[in-house]
């Protein structure tokens, strides 16, 4: 088999310059066969799965990327395989019911008190298990002004929304004042008490944490950030650098990874990720089932799975290092924690209870 290219590429002058990495995303197989080596028959198969779901990696990214390695797990989030293109019975286009619990456009309300606003559907890079990838992706383009005023309207009418989470897509492939001018707005809500970022930026591209935007973030605090750090290899030096930078500047930062399977599915990796995000000021915060969105069958694992992970980690290492493993309900139920279990029974006067070691212990129901 012909190997297109195993040259690596090396960064240059602009490699710290967000929109550098943006303009130079890989968005094909030749693009990636500087990165990585890949057989014609590959190349051909990728090409393939991009006519159903595209492909951007950063440049930062790909040189993350084992360039032999296919079950790199840097590279099996970044580049298609062909099991995308096969469909489970289950699967479903928006798994999470989201478009009906749309009360305007870019907006989800789903729980009382907060609300999800889908800022743009552009990101750095594809996330081959992205929920959202019926539409990510699809169109590079930001909220408008006016969609922007209809989402503010809704939340303005509705006094119990105190917390705003934004996200997409990414909304840090956005510039500094197309986030400002979103974050400024919200803020000017007078009962929005707390504005969160969902961002990847961190993980796929951390030189887009630049002084500059985190000190317009820290005009409108509080500001919280979740990030979406999956394997303890995407916590390079800069990556690590991009989160005490944002910590630096008052924001709490959070992580949500996906249980994905060959990625993370064993308590060791998961071990290391959740104890290597403790040390980089990076608390877990979720840990997600994978969804039932198209075509990740392969990285699906079953539920058990992760609820034997949370197990052994369990009283193993800081209470702090622990994320809640959750199920978001398909048709838009919500996040369902689903954990270990520690009751063993419940009794008329006492509980049964299991500790991390598997110990019984009593305790008074009264
Ligand atoms: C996840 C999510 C939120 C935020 O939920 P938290 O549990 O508070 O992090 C809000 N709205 C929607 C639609 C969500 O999916
Ligand atoms: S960064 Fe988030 S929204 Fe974008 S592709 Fe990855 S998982 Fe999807």
């Not at 979103?182 to 969160?196: E, F, G, P, Y």
Request: glycine share 6%; aromatic share 8%.
């Amino acid at each position: 088999m012909e190997n297109l290219s195993s040259v690596s590429a090396t960064p240059g002058p602009f490699w710290n310059d967000w929109r550098w990495q943006m303009k130079n995303r890989i968005t094909d197989a030749a693009g990636l066969a500087t990165y990585i080596s890949l057989t014609s028959q590959q190349a051909e198969e990728i090409d393939q799965c991009l006519r159903q779901f595209r492909m951007a990696v950063t440049p930062y990214y790909a040189s993350l990327m084992d360039p032999v390695n296919q079950s790199c797990p840097i590279r099996r989030q970044a580049v298609p395989a062909t099991a995308e293109t096969h469909l489970a019975p289950y699967e479903l286009r928006d798994p999470l019911a989201e478009e009906n619990s749309s009360p305007v456009p870019n907006l989800v309300h789903r729980y009382p008190d907060r609300v999800l606003l889908l800022a743009t559907h552009m990101c750095s890079m594809y996330c081959r298990h992205c929920t959202r990838r019926r539409l990510v992706g699809q169109e590079d383009r930001a909220i408008t002004l006016a969609e922007l005023e209809r989402v503010v309207a809704y939340i303005e009418a509705n006094s119990q929304i105190r917390d705003v989470l934004i996200s997409g897509g990414d909304p840090l492939c956005m510039g500094d004042a197309i986030v400002e001018r979103i974050v400024a707005r919200i803020r000017r809500i007078a009962h929005v008490q707390v504005i969160r970022i969902g961002t990847r930026v961190p993980v796929v591209m951390p030189m887009r944490i630049t002084s500059n935007l985190l000190s317009m973030l820290k005009k409108y605090q509080p500001i919280w950030i979740n990030t979406h750090f999956n394997h303890p290899r995407e916590l390079t030096d800069k990556a690590r650098a991009a989160c005490a930078a944002i910590v630096d500047a008052g924001i709490p930062l959070g992580n949500q990874s996906v249980l994905l399977k060959g990625i993370n599915d064993d308590a060791e990796t998961m071990k290391q990720l959740l104890l290597s995000l403790v040390q980089a000021r990076v608390r877990p915060y979720y840990l997600y089932q994978c969804d039932l969105s198209q075509g990740l069958s392969h990285f699906r694992t079953p539920v058990s799975k992760g609820v034997e992970i949370i197990q052994a980690l369990t009283g193993n290492i800081s209470g702090y290092a622990i994320p809640k493993f959750v199920i978001d309900a398909p048709g838009g139920g919500g996040k369902i924690p689903i954990g270990p279990e520690y009751v063993v029974a419940v009794e008329p006067d006492r509980l049964v209870l299991k500790n991390y070691a598997g110990d019984l212990f009593y305790y008074p129901n009264i």
